[in-house]
């Protein structure tokens, strides 16, 4: 995203749907983690011990000392960086890597025992797999969870069978988001609260030709397809996938399959474009929403009015594009969590310096200035939305984010993707498996029951396997 939320590039909005390469890859990248490990750790600090402690009590740093940051957002301004190092005595190395690098240079390090760095990036889709393969430092000694979740609603994200693997670094959550000129024009009124009112409401448009195909779905087999089905299953009231990973989508009348029977029908009646059956999410958010060609996309991306849909250079629908509360089976339903967090490799140096980063960096107003409180200067360019609900409040009431109120509102009832035990270990395979076939079935090579065995077959071979 760039100067703010409302400024966000295609590269970094996109970077939450991008999966890393399978951990295998890890290796061959061996050589290169070297040259990146020794120019990451020529300026850390000496081994630091992890103390013990008592949440919300953190160990105090060693003034002098070094911690290396290897995130895929670019440096905050060094000015700001500069006034950490005041006030803890800590100087911070930040190395920039790409998201996909980024995930394949963590798994390699982490394989080889390898200092890599003392703080990195921590995927909600990942946290599974790192709690198995106790890749980063539980911070539960550190952080209390629990008293922080009112303003960080989306802090369990990153928690699996009650470690808490890392700390949101931004938020990031499905929306809903309805052009309501279009809307009225069709003579709709008021907001659809529920799926049959939205349902209603999309076929309105639909027969008074306001436009020809009103709803968005991104169809190519991409992440992007993925999570809108988890997203429409969660509006019809349930989850993919339980707490032990057993999928809870194979009947007709479980909510995941009643999703996907929702996606394809709409497909096929038309209320989707049929060109989108090729379209990835930020390709249909920039060339059909942003455009005016349809009215609305029951699974957003927070930000995207004021990153997309407001930039009068590439939207001509400024003004026009509202979120609204996600409808549900008999009301608002859950917006999913899909955020990037922060957390400690189990080889950092300096677990001292890290933690008192995390605590500085997750604070309120620094959450608030990396989205623009203070004006471009101190932003942090690609970064989305604040992680606590108090830093959006604060760009609420200073007008610096489109929708942030909304927003705000929305955060406050965002929820993990997998609840409890974070994405399994085999994410990655799992999302493949699901858009492989919920595109299949909307091209018509499949129907809906094929797509959903399918899925599952795929997910007791990945049980079985671990």
């Known amino acids: 995203m760039t100067t703010k939320e409302a400024d966000m590039t295609p590269t970094s909005l996109h970077s939450k749907g991008r999966r890393a390469a399978p951990v295998l890859l890890a290796l061959v990248v061996l050589a290169a983690l070297a040259l990146v490990v020794a120019a990451c750790g020529s300026s850390s600090s000496s081994p630091s011990a992890t103390a013990s402690g008592s949440p919300g009590v953190l160990p105090s740093p060693t003034p002098g000392s070094s911690i290396t940051v290897v995130y895929h957002y670019p440096a905050p301004p060094k000015s700001v960086l500069d006034q950490f190092t005041a006030q803890t005595g800590v100087k911070v190395n930040w190395v920039e890597i790409g998201w996909d690098n980024l995930q394949t240079k963590i798994a390699a390090a982490a394989m080889s025992n390898t200092y890599f760095a003392d703080l990195t990036d921590v995927d909600w889709s990942k946290v599974g797999q790192y709690y198995k393969t106790k890749w980063f430092t539980p911070l539960n000694p550190y952080f209390d969870a629990a008293a922080l979740k009112a303003d960080m609603p989306q802090i369990d994200t990153f928690a699996s069978n009650g470690q808490q693997l890392a700390l949101p670094f931004d938020s990031s959550f499905t929306v809903t988001t309805l052009n309501t000129k279009i809307a009225k024009a069709a003579g709709v009124t008021g907001t659809p609260a529920t799926l049959t009112d939205y349902t209603n409401a999309l076929n309105k448009i639909m027969a008074k030709g306001t436009v020809p195909n009103p709803l968005d779905i991104p169809f190519a087999a991409a992440e992007g397809l993925s999570t809108y089905w988890y997203q429409l299953t969660a509006a019809y009231g349930g989850q993919v996938l339980d707490a032990s990973y057993t999928p809870q989508f194979i009947s007709p ?8 029977e929702w996606m394809v029908n709409a497909y096929k009646s038309g209320l989707v474009p049929k060109a989108n059956i ?5 390709q249909a958010f920039t060339s059909d929403m942003a455009q005016g060609r349809v009215a609305s996309v029951f699974s957003d991306y927070a930000g995207t009015v004021g990153s997309i849909y407001d930039v009068p250079s590439s939207s001509k ?5 509202q979120y609204i509360p996600t409808p549900g089976v008999s009301g608002p ?7 990037d967090g922060i957390g400690i490799p189990a080889t950092a140096k300096n677990v001292a310096g890290a933690l008192a980063f995390i605590k500085w960096f997750t604070d309120t107003q620094q959450q608030a200035i990396w989205a623009g409180l203070n004006g471009a200067s101190d932003v942090i360019s690609g970064f989305p939305l604040p992680a606590r609900v108090s830093s959006l409040q604060l760009l609420a009431q200073g007008n610096k984010v489109s929708g942030a109120s909304e927003l705000m509102t929305l955060l406050k009832t965002s929820r993990a993707e997998f609840p409890g035990p974070g994405a399994p270990p085999w994410y990655s395979q799992f999302s493949n498996a699901v858009y492989t076939n ?13 797509a959903v065995s399918n899925i599952a077959t795929e997910v007791d071979q990945l049980k079985a396997s671990q």
Do not use: F, I, R, W
């Open 253 to 260: 009348g479980s909510a995941g399959y009643k999703a996907l």
């Open 278 to 282: 090729g379209m990835a999410d930020y």
């Open 333 to 339: 339903a859950p917006n999913l969590a899909n955020p």
């Open 438 to 450: 919920v595109h299949q079935a909307a091209a018509g090579a499949e129907t809906v029951q094929q």
């Open 317 to 321: 629908v400024v003004g026009q594009v």
